[in-house]
């Protein structure tokens, strides 16, 4: 298929790759290909969009020759948003990757330069391929260090003065969850989380479904022990850490009351584990992600985690203006360096996990929350959790207005 070809199939809303063509909204909300994929995504691809329902094409004959969009201009701009990003964040790591199958193929290049009547000797390829990774890495190299050094956050900051912010990020949120667990301080917001049974729901059965004979991990387990507590009825053995110790204190209690001997409960960094590599099956957190340093969180997360081993969370997003002058007008029920999620931070677990899915709740269900108490509180709730699903497939623009992610995180990487 010529550039202009393929050009003019996206046109008509659809993207491809290689020889695979799907309807571009399938492609967005399934989140493309698996972004740690080296070999096969075809394959992969096709196989998850056919688990949930959808229509493919298979060409086995076409070849695809990727159209220029990609330009030095382009990447430069991406990889500046994303170093800004990175920096904000206190992170010196170059925040973008060239991403496989993006450009044509290097073992490809050989053929094509015969095709156009040049010589395809050795030296002529490796100067023909150095030239290629100069071109296409370069605009990202100067755009993430552009992008870095303009940020509010400087990247290299000293070494202790890193660690003086760390410890006094850290004693702040453990100072406000001691307060919390002692007095309840946010049971006034409790009855706004009546409307997320469309996240909680498979968030607590994909973790039920795996409890048995598991090793388990909660972060941030909260005075009342959590789910993990429910699991480990289910036959896991569970662990629950939290930054808290007012509310370790109260888990414990709440686990002797309930006669629970398969669960433990640990006063522990999140940031920093004090436990072995690969000693994890399944770990999980409901709102605690976006108070982490998510480039250590994400680090530590995969590296206690087994081999097979999966993670799951469940995290507030950050695009929605409602949402962001909601949290501005009630400062006192957050810490002051909470960070609800950005896509930019789901991208960056691409770095630590082979496998990163993400699928978005919550934003016409909000108007339910009125209803509650009344009769048509459950069928408004579900019709609009039905129209939120369709919206979020649809664009990734509806998807990063809503509310709360459920994170998926499988094949940690070493």
Not at 127 to 136: R, T
Not at 338 to 353: N, Q, T
Request: glycine content about 10%.
């Amino acid at each position: 298929v010529q550039n202009y070809e393929q050009q003019r199939y996206a046109s008509e809303g659809h993207a491809a790759s290689g020889n695979l063509w799907v309807r571009r909204e399938i492609f967005e909300a399934l989140e493309g290909f698996n972004a740690g994929l080296r070999r096969g995504g075809d394959t992969e691809f096709s196989a998850r969009a056919a688990a949930e329902g959808h229509a493919i094409a298979y060409a086995e004959d076409v070849e695809v020759a990727h159209p220029p969009v990609d330009k030095a201009g382009h990447l430069a701009r991406r990889a500046y948003r994303d170093g800004r990003e990175a920096g904000r964040r206190g992170s010196s790591r170059l925040a973008h990757r060239l991403r496989h199958g993006a450009y044509v193929p290097t073992a490809s290049l050989a053929e094509r330069l015969a095709r156009a009547g040049h010589p395809t000797g050795p030296l002529r390829l490796a100067g023909v391929v150095m030239l290629k990774q100069v071109a296409l890495r370069l605009p990202l190299l100067v755009g993430n260090l552009v992008g870095l050094a303009s940020s509010r956050v400087s990247p290299a900051q000293p070494p202790a003065i890193a660690e003086a912010d760390d410890e006094r990020r850290k004693e702040s949120e453990r100072r406000f969850h001691d307060v919390q667990y002692d007095e309840d301080t946010r049971g006034a917001f409790r009855r706004f989380y009546e409307v997320t049974r469309g996240s909680r729901e498979p968030y607590e059965q994909f973790l039920a479904a795996r409890a048995e004979g598991s090793r388990t991990m909660e972060i941030g387990c909260g005075g009342d022990g959590g789910f993990g507590l429910v699991l480990a009825a289910r036959g896991a053995q569970v662990l629950g850490v939290d930054l808290s110790p007012v509310a370790v204190e109260q888990a414990r209690e709440a686990a002797a009351r309930k006669g629970v001997q398969n669960a433990t409960f640990e006063v522990m960094d999140a940031e920093c584990f004090d436990l072995p590599d690969d000693s994890m099956d399944l770990i999980f957190g409901s709102g605690v992600l976006h108070h982490l340093d998510l480039e250590r969180a994400y680090a530590e997360i995969a590296r206690v985690l087994r081999p097979g081993g999966s993670a799951i969370f469940r995290e507030p997003m950050g695009h929605n203006p409602a949402l962001r002058l909601f949290r501005r007008l009630t400062p006192r029920s957050r810490t002051p360096d909470e960070h609800p999620l950005k896509l930019a931070d789901l991208r960056a677990a691409d770095h630590d996990f082979g496998g990163v899915r993400c699928t978005y709740h919550h934003l016409l269900g909000l108007a339910a929350f009125p209803l509650r108490g009344t009769p048509l509180f459950e069928p408004v709730l579900a019709a609009l959790d039905r129209l939120d699903a369709a919206l979020f497939r649809r664009s990734t623009l509806f998807a990063r207005q809503c509310w709360l992610v459920l994170i998926r995180l499988d094949t940690p990487r070493r």
